[in-house]
């Protein structure tokens, strides 16, 4: 009989606790405040907008481009309609050959199609063939043409046509000429690119024909058929082409040793061949941002700069009888190194390092073929191009 009376006992209380528990649980969701409509939590907010770089590895890296993500919360998440709305561009920096500049309200995948068509699909002229003479130096032909290739030539592209198997004519083709010669009581001479000769009325050298070789009197034909000089169009009366950089090392030539030859340039994309390329590097990062969750002061603050191997960190005086505290100074030179937060958990939980999604900066260095601010508005437009096709084959 004791027995019955300790089960119904026990039974008791533990519906008693699970009451508690239910109304404990009832009462934590209906203080819960209500999920705002028409905009993001913070927390999700967060996730959609920062990569969270932690001491091991960065957290939330992907993007959503669904544009109904959030429609539970009447979030429009339209990749076109955020772009329209924010994209923009703020140049940074701009020299001669390099430029830095901020694209705001774009996606990653945008960007880095931007990146690729600068490296591979703006057109430039570039030395293809080399017809070589006389090549008494220690460098072999294949080697000698492969460096004149890469010499950038400075022509604008927009004026020529692309050469494809047509014959060579002055819509088409540039031609160098090179001949040095050291002599063999003279010092060890340096054949740089300078020593390129634009030869505006074409090739130079006479191709074997019958005529030639039965001794006709008539003019020989070259390697290509031009009909007016070059240099008696516009666009080059004032601006002769050239190599971009004369001082770029072709060969070294001993005494007694020489080179002649003829250089024809063409225009061609860098996804041919990288001497087609019109930069050199261009890359890109998301914009850092850098939170200090807690103020780290004195010794710390000392330690936080010290440690920091690009200077992201600073020191300011608070005014605290010598006080000092860490302060972010310049989080656009962060490259993600993460030794701030490797020197425990406590220096993690004080420094926050993100990166912004849709922020990114550029830094675009010329071969010197064109400006940079004339490679990013050719690479537009192509990007444009490429849209206007993709659009036309979807209607």
């Known amino acids: 009989m004791s027995s019955d009376n300790e089960d119904t006992t026990s039974s008791s209380e533990s519906e008693a606790a699970d009451s508690v528990k239910e109304n404990a649980t009832l009462e934590f969701i209906e203080n819960l405040s209500d999920v705002p409509m028409g905009r993001l939590p913070s927390n999700i907010e967060f996730q959609r907008t920062r990569v969270d770089c932690k001491a091991d590895a960065p957290i939330h890296t992907d993007t959503f481009q669904y544009s109904g993500a959030y429609s539970s919360m009447r979030v429009e998440n339209s990749f076109l309609d955020n772009f329209c709305d924010n994209f923009r561009v703020e140049v940074i920096r701009l020299t001669e050959d390099e430029m830095e500049f901020d694209m705001i309200g774009i996606d990653p995948a945008l960007a880095n199609a931007f990146r ?76 740089k690119s300078k020593e390129l000769i634009w030869l505006p009325n074409g090739s130079e050298f006479p191709l074997e024909s019958q005529d030639s070789k039965t001794g006709s009197s008539s003019k020989p034909k070259t390697y290509t058929s031009f009909t007016c000089s070059q240099d008696s169009l516009p666009e080059f009366s004032g601006n ?59 010794q710390l603050a000392e330690k936080l700069v010290a440690i920091c191997p690009v200077k992201v960190f600073d020191i300011e005086d608070i005014g605290k009888a010598g006080k000092k505290r860490a302060t972010v100074a310049r989080p656009r030179a962060c490259t993600l190194c993460r030794e701030c937060i490797r020197e425990g958990k406590g220096w993690e939980n004080a420094i926050s390092l993100r990166r912004k999604k849709d922020h990114f900066i550029f830094t675009i260095e010329s071969s010197g073929v064109f400006p940079p601010e004339v490679l990013v508005t050719e690479a537009v437009k192509i990007l444009e191009e490429k849209c206007d096709r993709v659009i036309s084959d979807l209607s």
């Open 240 to 298: 002769p082409i050239a190599p971009a950089l004369g001082d770029i090392l072709i060969a070294r030539l001993g005494p007694g040793q020489e080179i002649e030859l003829e250089a024809h340039a063409v225009k061609g994309i860098g996804k041919t061949h990288s001497k087609w390329s019109p930069v050199t590097p261009v890359w890109y990062k998301m914009l850092p941002e850098i939170v200090l969750l807690e103020d780290i002061e004195d």
């Open 116 to 191: 690729r068509i600068l490296i591979s699909e703006v057109p430039t002229m570039a030395i293809e063939k080399v017809l070589i003479a006389n090549n008494t130096s220690v460098i072999q032909d294949e080697v000698l043409a492969h460096r004149l290739g890469l010499i950038p030539i400075k022509a604008d592209p927009r004026l020529f046509e692309y050469a494809e198997n047509n014959t060579a004519s002055e819509k088409n083709t540039i031609v160098f000429k090179l001949h040095d010669r050291c002599e063999r009581s003279g010092q060890r001479l340096s054949v």
